[in-house]
């Protein structure tokens, strides 16, 4: 979930940059598109569009091809609604952002019977490392990308991130670097090279929570809930004791609202653990 919200966020806040990555074209006149696509809505959170001129980019990505509407035909229906709805060009980018041997990585097209659709796909752990490097919003996909040193290749992304200017830039693009690099690297090797401080500033680490949340609501907001908590404490602390895990699976919706605005000021796992020490179970919860 947090790496579907930070790749959605960049894409959203930095359009422009995207759009010179994959489409090679250099304007400001970008939109973002905010829609249901009528019908039934499609639940994907990793999903963005951008709307250019008389073009649409719809970009995709995806930590694992593993999906419960198969990628290529999710790939497919969104054409036509887009389509149906829009009326222009539309270029559709699957970005996957973990190495797997799965075919579906490589499938870049639906084929059934006489329908046939094709679709652009990046494997970003194949991807030059360069473009990348040179664009701030972009360094976050930078961590991912083709290498034969990754320690080398943090380094570099880095410091890239010192030099960017602008303090809320810096502080936003770092967050996602860190959230990203979690894919790849050992969290002792990230905490070296990034301040925690400067995650915990960045409205990105904000964002994650609530998106989190919201995506939550719709699928159940107890486990939504549960699942945001655990995955950025797992970010910040490594891995949490599994008695831990389970005492914070059985909390209440309004304690885990507590416990996500609490988690800010936790300095170590210590300070988890204390505080649940001081909360009850709802009884109905430790019946479950």
């Known amino acids: 979930m947090a790496y579907d919200n930070t790749c959605k966020y960049l894409a959203e806040n930095y359009p422009g940059d995207f759009a010179r990555w994959l489409l090679s074209i250099d304007t400001s006149d970008i939109q973002v598109l905010k829609t249901e696509l009528n019908l039934e809505p499609i639940r994907a959170d990793s999903v963005t569009f951008l709307q250019i001129s008389n073009q649409i980019l719809h970009l995709e990505f995806q930590t694992t091809p593993k999906s419960k509407t198969p ?94 200017e602008e303090t809320d830039e810096r502080q936003n693009i770092s967050a996602c670097v860190q959230v990203l690099a979690g894919l790849r690297f050992d969290k002792s090797l990230i905490t070296q090279l990034f301040r925690e401080e400067i995650m915990q500033e960045s409205v990105i680490y904000q964002d994650i929570l609530q998106k989190g949340l919201q995506q939550g609501e719709q699928r159940g907001l107890q486990k939504g809930e549960v699942a945001v908590i655990l995955r950025l404490l797992k970010l910040r602390f490594g891995a949490i004791e599994p008695e831990i895990e389970q005492q914070i699976r059985t909390l209440s919706i309004i304690q885990l609202e507590e416990l996500t605005e609490a988690l800010l000021g936790f300095n170590s796992q210590s300070d988890l653990v204390n505080y649940l020490a001081n909360i009850s179970v709802p009884q109905s919860n430790q019946e479950d």
Do not use: G
Request: proline share 7%; glycine share 0%.
């Open 71 to 164: 990628l290529d035909f999710r790939m497919l229906d969104y054409y036509t609604r887009l389509k149906r709805e829009y009326w222009c060009d539309i270029e559709q980018v699957l970005i996957f952002l973990q190495p797997t041997s799965s075919e579906i990585v490589f499938q870049t097209q639906y084929v059934d019977r006489k329908t046939r659709h094709e679709y652009r796909v990046i494997r970003l752990w194949e991807e030059d490392p360069t473009p990348l490097l040179a664009n701030p919003p972009l360094l976050p996909l930078a961590t991912l990308a083709r290498t034969d040193s990754p320690a080398d290749l943090l380094t570099q992304v880095a410091a890239a991130v010192d030099m960017i």
